[in-house]
């Protein structure tokens, strides 16, 4: 399906405002338009792609002896009491 030229301005007018390339979500919300999907199916759309790279990362995992991403690290966010 070709891009209109309304998904275009809006594609533009998005890069021109975060002054970068729009996200991966844009473009999913944009197809969910397009195709006249349920509202929401962009959110399912990431979710699938997103559980699928998951599930690539955990059958690779199981396959090695030592982790994958030995560097990668939780650093918690420090939290703000409030007095």
């Known amino acids: 399906m070709p891009l209109l030229a ?11 405002a975060s002054g970068g390339a729009p996200s991966i979500d844009v473009a999913l919300v944009m197809m969910e338009r397009a195709y006249g999907l349920p509202v ?17 990362h955990a059958i690779e ?13 939780y650093v ?5 009491h409030s007095s």
Request: avoid cysteine; hydrophobic fraction near 50%.
């Open 61 to 73: 995992q199981r396959s090695q002896a030592t982790l994958i991403r030995p560097r990668a690290r």
């Open 40 to 56: 929401g199916a962009a959110f399912t759309l990431f979710a699938i792609g997103r559980t699928a790279g998951w599930l690539a």
């Open 6 to 16: 309304s998904g275009a301005t809006t594609l533009r007018a998005i890069a021109n």
């Open 76 to 80: 918690a966010a420090e939290q703000k």
